[in-house]
């Protein structure tokens, strides 16, 4: 199983809950109070006879109008076009906005060929959910235009992919873990965005549950270091990814 991380950009996100573009060595954090300063990144991961995404960033494009996530799959050798999965965690914008591309005034699938792989609950939600997180275009241009698997609590995807309903950080967000057999790879989603929240316990007021997520958290990483997993931290700025150790209830990321 190769992993390949598609970094989008560093992002200060205020109250407006807008994605600004923040690069550590030029900017000041201090002239952008009360933000988030978050990384953007989704995952392609290659399986034996497959190309899976997991999530799809903010679904910005770099100067020639290209969509950065394209861009960085290139990069990796594989062309967007052969995406067969796209596997969404949940609908925040973050996650989502790369589903679609808007290329000179027109709207297009980003990746035309793959199913989307999305929970039912978190669908149905996000058409009448009022957060601004949620951006309905998006997913009123896919139920035209996308193949959408909709899939319901937990289960097994496929023999190599499962699924699992956790809620917390939305009600209907999910993970997923890949296992072909020799290698484990784990994607949380924004249960487990950060290898730092592993280290501390904390409970975020931008979850739906903080407290739930706090608590799942911490079994995933107990799991994650007996299983030996390989951790996709979608937001982590230190690493990207990791497997995880527990040694006298402490965890650790390498």
């Known amino acids: 199983m190769q992993v390949f991380t598609l ?3 560093s992002y200060s996100v205020a109250a407006d809950k807008k994605f600004v573009p923040f690069n550590p060595e030029t900017d000041d ?14 995952f392609l ?10 999530d799809t960033g903010l679904g910005y494009s770099n100067d020639k109008g290209q969509l950065i996530l394209h861009e960085n799959i290139k990069k990796a050798g594989f062309d967007p076009e052969d995406v067969d999965m796209v596997l969404m965690s949940h609908l ?3 996650h989502s906005g790369g589903m679609i591309h808007h290329l000179g005034g027109k709207i297009e699938l980003s990746f035309p060929h ?7 609950g978190e669908w149905e939600s996000a058409f009448t959910n009022k957060s601004s997180s949620y951006k309905t275009e998006i997913f009123e241009f896919l139920q035209r235009n996308a193949q959408l698997t909709f899939i319901e609590g937990s289960g097994q995807l496929t023999d190599e992919i499962s699924y699992e309903l956790t809620g917390a950080h939305t009600p209907f967000h999910q993970v997923y873990l890949l296992d072909d057999g020799v290698d484990k790879v ?12 592993l280290l501390r316990k904390f409970i975020a007021k931008y979850d739906f549950d903080g407290r ?22 979608y937001h982590g700025k230190s690493r990207a990814t990791g497997y995880v150790s527990l040694t006298d209830g402490q965890f650790k990321i390498s």
Do not use: T
């Open 7 to 9: 970094y989008e950009g």
């Open 29 to 42: 954090p201090k002239s952008r109070p009360a933000s988030l300063f978050i990384h953007v990144q989704p």
């Open 45 to 54: 991961v290659k399986l034996n006879n497959s190309l899976i995404l997991f």
């Open 92 to 94: 925040h914008f973050d």
């Open 114 to 120: 793959a199913n989307y792989v999305i929970q039912r």
């Open 186 to 197: 784990f994607f949380g989603g924004d249960v487990l965005p950060e290898p730092e929240e």
């Open 212 to 233: 739930k997520a706090m608590e799942l958290r911490e079994e995933f990483g107990i799991r994650a270091a007996a299983e030996n997993w390989n951790c996709l931290f």
